[in-house]
């Protein structure tokens, strides 16, 4: 069965640093989407993605904040200069025109 | 803005007892889904709920949608401890040009015990 596949699964980096993540949908769908879950919280939006663009944003997705589809299978998020509430596991999904998100596994990030 | 609430936020209950989770919206939405998260895992979908009336059953879990009262439910039939996880509902519009931006509640973290 198709899935959502991200990398890496877990990542340790400290303050101020630079993290990409990364994604690799299921391939036949259209919409990507970035959302976190803070440890023991609900599970919150970050951004969604189509055509090619940011489709969609919450307040969260700031400056620090950006997305690419650098080539037609990876889907990223880049955390500029990480804070320590950053700290969360991020989850990417994608989903087809019946609007259905499947999730991937999700990567934990921890900001020391 | 849309907003998801979700009650209990801890239930627990012993094999082979039933119970509900309920889950209330504050907007319309297009539909309500319910996913399950087991600890440190992602979020596997159990039921997309597209319209009133709408019933979905899957084994012992069976989930509801009431959009005139705002509310769907997850009904739990006799419980096993494999069913113990967090189970979480969500909203949201499916949007041409971006999708579906969902809400999730807080989550019911579920512990059945033997």
Not at chain 1, 9 to 27: A, D, F, K, N, Y
Not at chain 1, 62 to 71: G, I, K, W
Not at chain 2, 14 to 23: L, M, R, S
């Amino acid at each position: 069965e198709p899935e959502v596949t991200q990398t890496p699964s877990h990542q340790v980096t400290q303050m101020g640093q630079e993290v990409i993540l990364r994604c690799v949908p299921i391939s036949n769908h259209l919409y990507f989407y970035w959302y976190r879950q803070i440890l023991g919280q609900k599970v919150e939006f970050l951004v969604s993605f189509y055509n090619n663009e940011i489709s969609e944003k919450s307040e969260i997705f700031d400056d620090q904040f950006s997305v690419e589809r650098p080539d037609g299978s990876n889907f990223t998020l880049k955390i500029r200069s990480t804070k320590l509430e950053d700290s969360a596991m991020y989850f990417c999904a994608s989903s087809e025109t019946t609007g259905e998100l499947f999730f991937g596994e999700g990567s934990r990030l921890t900001v020391l | 803005e849309l907003k998801v609430e979700q009650n209990p936020l801890f239930l627990s209950m012993q094999e082979g007892k039933n119970y509900t989770i309920y889950c209330n919206y504050s907007t319309t939405s297009d539909r309500l889904y319910w996913y399950r998260q087991d600890p440190g895992k992602s979020l596997e979908s159990l039921f997309v709920l597209l319209s009133n009336g709408a019933v979905k059953q899957e084994g012992r879990l069976m989930a509801s949608l009431d959009t005139k009262a705002r509310l769907s439910t997850l009904h739990i039939t006799a419980a096993v401890h494999d069913l113990s996880a967090t189970y979480f509902c969500a909203g949201g519009d499916l949007q041409e040009t971006s999708g579906s931006r969902l809400t999730f509640g807080e989550g019911t973290q579920l512990t059945v015990n033997p």
